[in-house]
């Protein structure tokens, strides 16, 4: 048997390896999931601490978020075999059906890791960005990519998420508002 070829189909059929996959996270408009993998249905707006966890850290767009305030507390996880208590990090990895989770925590900020998760409102943050900085001149190809993802976002009347009625929702709104009209008026200027 040539196992060269057994463990590239076995790459080909595991998740998380082989071609880089990563699941996405509709938070502009109706909040929704595409995980990498069949996984357990995951509804970002279950209530459950794990959709917390993960709603709020993309709440605080790209600087990301300090971790204690987040109340990152553990639980016990339903695996018997450890009887140990499992980030919500981690039991976010498996309910994506990624291999590593989504947030990375580096010098007490967490952020969303976007080689494993896209977000579609920290993509648009990321693409007007160049935008809203006074003292930069956005290249062409950075003016390209913001006016088709602004285009495309206020042709959706992107909100984010527009049925989460918290502090933290209701800043994260305001923000995104405040970067597309400040980032319209600049490609206007242009």
């Known amino acids: 048997m040539d196992t060269n070829h057994g463990l590239a189909i076995a790459a080909a059929n595991e998740p998380g390896i ?3 996959r990563t699941a996405r996270l509709v938070c502009l408009g109706r909040p929704c999931v595409e995980p990498v993998w069949p996984a357990p249905g995951f509804d970002p707006l279950n209530g459950s601490r794990e959709a917390g966890f993960l709603l709020r850290v993309v709440a605080a767009g790209l600087p990301g978020a300090p971790v204690a305030p987040l109340r990152v507390g553990s639980r016990r996880s339903s695996a018997p075999t450890t009887g140990r208590a499992a980030p ?9 059906g990624t ?4 947030i990375q925590v580096v010098g007490g900020i967490a952020k969303i890791d976007h080689h494993v998760l896209e977000v579609d409102s920290l ?9 809203l900085d006074p003292f930069g001149t956005p290249s062409d190809e950075q003016i390209g990519a913001a006016r088709a ?26 923000r995104i ?11 206007a200027s242009e």
């Open 18 to 20: 082989g071609l880089a």
């Open 88 to 96: 919500p990090r981690d039991r976010l990895a498996a309910l994506l």
């Open 99 to 102: 291999r590593r989770s989504p």
């Open 123 to 131: 993509q648009l943050e990321e693409d007007l960005a160049p935008l």
């Open 149 to 174: 993802r602004l285009r495309t976002a206020l042709a959706g009347h992107s909100i984010f998420l527009p049925s989460v009625n918290t502090d933290w929702a209701r800043a994260a709104r305001f």
């Open 177 to 187: 508002a405040d970067a597309m009209a400040r980032a319209a008026r600049r490609l």
